[in-house]
């Protein structure tokens, strides 16, 4: 008796199976498109239940401030020019209202500021003298408060242009 229920099921299994193939076969042209749409819908759903990371984000180093490039360098420059502005580049925007400038000699100037903040240019009113030995001497701060080291201060002596030999008498 239980080899008679063992032989049904297995009568019943394989035509089950049999009818399976059959219809895997007569429906297979539909079977492939239906797995692969369920496995991009499982897809889907699975990404989208990730939590996306967050960015990285990379800390850009806080620069120093500083003085970054002056004209004219340390020393002497020759010039045609009596009234050529001197120019000091920064590693950030100045504060102008906290800034002040010296010339020794005493001499008489303009202060300006581009728009950037970072370039402060200082014209002679109304010129350098020739052949004077000056000092500027630059005491400023960042417009975050940042202060500088220690003040700036350079020297520089204006010399005329000299005919070179190269012109006629």
Do not use: C
């Amino acid at each position: 008796m239980v080899e008679d229920k063992d032989q049904k099921i297995s009568s019943v299994l394989y035509n089950n199976i049999g009818e399976m193939k059959n219809l895997i076969k007569k429906y297979k042209i539909y079977l492939l498109p239906g797995l692969l749409i369920i496995i991009i819908i499982a897809f889907i759903i699975l990404r989208g239940s990730q939590k996306p990371s967050a960015p990285q984000i990379t800390p850009v180093p806080e620069t120093k401030f500083e003085l970054l490039n002056s004209f004219p360098s340390e020393g002497g420059f020759t010039t045609a020019f009596e009234n050529i502005a001197l120019e000091f580049t920064f590693s950030k925007p100045i504060d102008f209202t906290n800034t002040t400038v010296t010339i020794k000699p005493q001499t008489d100037i303009e202060i300006k500021s581009e728009k950037s903040g970072t370039i402060l240019t200082v014209h002679p009113r109304p010129s350098w003298d020739f052949e004077t030995k000056y000092t500027v001497i630059i005491k400023t701060v960042s417009k975050k408060g940042e202060e500088l080291d220690e003040p700036i201060s350079t020297n520089f002596t204006l010399k005329p242009m000299t005919d070179s030999g190269l012109t006629g008498p």
